[in-house]
C-alpha cells in the first residue's frame, strides 16, 4: 500500500531563514509527486510536482523541491523565508496507474519576524 | 474564472441525522474527487469521478456515505445517520483531463470546504 509521511507536524521559523519540510513515501510502484499549500482561509492549492526528469523541481514564489529515489524522499526547501509563507503544507504522491492522490498528514509552516 | 464551489461552507447538525453535502467543480474539468480533513489528520480519499465511468468508491469509510454526480458535474456526498467521528472538513477537488496528456500530472483545484460538525 501506498503511504505519505511528513515528519514534522509544524515548523517554526524567523523570517528570512532557510526551511526544510520533510516528506518521506512509500511505494510499490512508480509515483508522481506534488505539495500542496493551504494559506489561511484559503483551499488548497498546487505548489510544485515532480513527474519525470529532472529531479530538482521549483516553484514560482522561490521553494524547492529533490526527488530522491534512493530515500524515497521528496523535501521541500526555502532558503529564505517570508511572513507570507506562513500556511500548512501538504506532501501527495499519486502512483503511476492510480487515480487517487494520497497525501501526508500536512506540516504548518510558522514563520516569524 | 470561478472555481470550485462547495455548500454549505459549515453544516452543524445532530448524531443521527443526514447530511448533503455538495460540490460543483470547475466548468470543463471531468475528474471530481471528495476528501476528508480531520484535525491534525491528513486528508482522506474518499471518492473519485471521472467523466461516465464507474466511480471510485474505495475511500469510503462506510456504507453511511455515499456520492453522486449528475449530470458529469455537480456531485453530492450524502452521509446517513451522521456520527460525532464524522466531523471533519470535507473538500471537493476537481481536474481537467485532457486526452491527449498524462492524466496524471493534471493539478486538482480545490474548494475551501464544507465544515461539519457532529453534536
Known amino acids: 500500500a501506498q503511504s505519505v509521511t511528513q515528519l514534522d507536524s509544524q515548523v517554526p521559523v524567523f523570517e528570512e531563514a532557510p526551511v526544510e519540510l520533510r516528506c518521506n513515501y512509500s511505494?510499490?510502484?512508480?509515483?508522481?509527486l506534488f505539495w500542496y499549500v493551504q494559506y489561511p482561509n484559503q483551499g488548497l492549492q498546487l505548489l510544485l510536482k515532480y513527474l519525470s526528469g529532472s529531479t530538482l523541481v521549483e516553484s514560482i514564489n522561490g521553494f524547492e523541491a529533490e526527488f530522491n529515489k534512493s530515500q524515497t524522499s521528496f523535501h521541500l526547501r526555502k532558503p529564505s523565508v517570508h511572513i507570507s509563507d506562513t500556511a500548512e503544507y501538504f506532501c501527495a504522491v499519486r502512483p503511476g496507474g492510480y487515480n487517487k492522490l494520497i497525501f501526508g498528514a500536512g506540516t504548518r509552516l510558522a514563520v516569524h519576524p | 474564472g470561478a472555481g470550485v464551489s462547495q455548500s454549505p461552507s459549515n453544516k452543524v447538525t445532530e448524531k443521527g441525522k443526514d447530511v448533503e453535502l455538495r460540490c460543483d467543480p470547475i466548468?470543463?474539468?471531468?475528474?471530481l474527487y471528495w476528501y476528508r480533513q480531520s484535525l491534525g489528520q491528513g486528508l482522506e480519499f474518499l471518492i473519485y469521478f471521472q467523466g461516465n465511468s464507474a466511480p471510485d468508491k474505495s475511500g469510503l469509510p462506510s456504507d453511511r456515505f455515499s456520492a453522486e454526480r449528475t449530470g458529469g458535474s455537480v456531485s453530492t456526498l450524502t452521509i446517513q445517520r451522521t456520527q460525532q467521528e464524522d466531523s471533519a472538513v470535507y473538500l471537493c477537488a476537481s481536474s481537467l483531463r485532457p486526452s491527449h496528456t498524462d492524466s496524471y500530472n493534471s493539478p486538482l483545484h480545490f474548494g475551501n470546504g464544507t465544515r461539519l460538525t457532529v453534536t
Open positions: 511505494s510499490s510502484v512508480s509515483v508522481y
Open positions: 466548468s470543463g474539468h471531468t475528474a
